[in-house]
């Protein structure tokens, strides 16, 4: 894909203004079904909860050099975010950064695996009761994670799931690839597939699918992007028997869980050695 530095700018012009107060665009959702916030917005405004004990942010934007004129630093390509990370949805904290290129544990760059990409996550912190901290991907309306998408090309948007909410039997080890960026959701399959993980194809509702323009996997330049959703199985797989918390998960990652890394990050290469600006 050869993009024009006149197409990327129109698109930037062309996506809607986020809220200075509020990081909402439009009206204020109303709280999907099993939600207990309607929003992000919802989630912060609430005096119940303190960031840092009951929820954290963490996110990197990396500087961007509009002076090199072959285009390839004209803005960042590709974001990966989590945005159900820490103790909602098991795993996927630490697959946003190493994915990112940044080491769970350290959060160390590793140089030798490729670039670094911008990365957002939101994670619950609580010993129990995180799924209450859980907002739909549609109703994600964070400040810094609508930006860093609405500046990129790409974004991988990293999910939990269960079997049977994948439509899976019980036990069963599986990615499902959803959004709307049909190469790169190709890309993923392939990659995964060639590394002996099972990647299927994501249908059904937007929840899994993620197949939802507003779904924020979905609000970057090109208006598209990919949603993983890894049954708790898979991830479970990833680290060390015994140590898949949010403590120990960090530095505790098994094989299986670099090779999920690279693969994904593999596809991201693939997308984006196709995205020249000139």
């Known amino acids: 894909m050869i993009l024009n530095r006149r197409t990327v700018i129109t698109a ?13 665009v439009g009206s204020a959702p109303a709280r ?15 005096i119940g909860l303190v960031e840092g004990v009951d929820y954290g942010r963490r996110s990197r934007r990396h500087p961007i050099d509009d002076a090199d004129l072959s285009g390839r630093s004209a803005f960042n390509r590709t974001t990966v975010i989590a945005p159900h990370g820490g103790g909602i949805e098991g795993g996927t904290s630490e697959l946003c950064l190493a994915i990112a290129g940044y080491h769970p544990a350290d959060l160390a760059p590793t140089p030798a695996a490729g670039p670094v990409h911008d990365f957002w996550m939101f994670e619950g912190l609580r010993l129990v009761g995180n799924a209450t901290l859980h907002v ?36 069963t080890r599986a990615v499902l690839v959803g959004g709307l960026n049909a190469d790169l959701r190709k890309y993923l399959m392939e990659e995964l597939t060639a590394t002996g993980i099972r990647a299927l194809t994501a249908s059904g509702e937007e929840e899994i699918a993620g197949v939802s323009p507003n779904n924020i996997c979905n609000r ?13 199985d898979l991830r479970a797989a990833m680290f060390a028997e015994g140590r898949n918390t949010r403590a120990a998960r960090a530095v505790n990652t098994r094989p299986l869980f670099w090779s999920f890394v690279n693969a994904v990050r593999t596809a991201v290469g693939r997308i984006e050695a196709d995205q020249r600006v000139i």
Request: charged residues 10%; glycine residues 10%; aromatic residues 2%.
């Open 12 to 24: 930037l012009a062309a996506a809607p203004a986020l809220s200075t107060v509020t990081g909402v």
């Open 32 to 46: 999907a079904a099993g939600d207990t916030y309607a929003s992000n917005t919802a989630l912060y405004a609430d």
């Open 136 to 171: 739909t991907s549609t109703h994600c309306d964070d400040t810094i994670a609508r930006s860093l998408c609405a500046g990129s090309l790409n974004v991988v948007s990293l999910h939990g799931c269960t079997p049977a909410q994948a439509g899976l039997a019980a036990g």
């Open 220 to 232: 970057t330049l090109l208006g598209m992007g990919v949603q993983l959703e890894i049954t708790t």
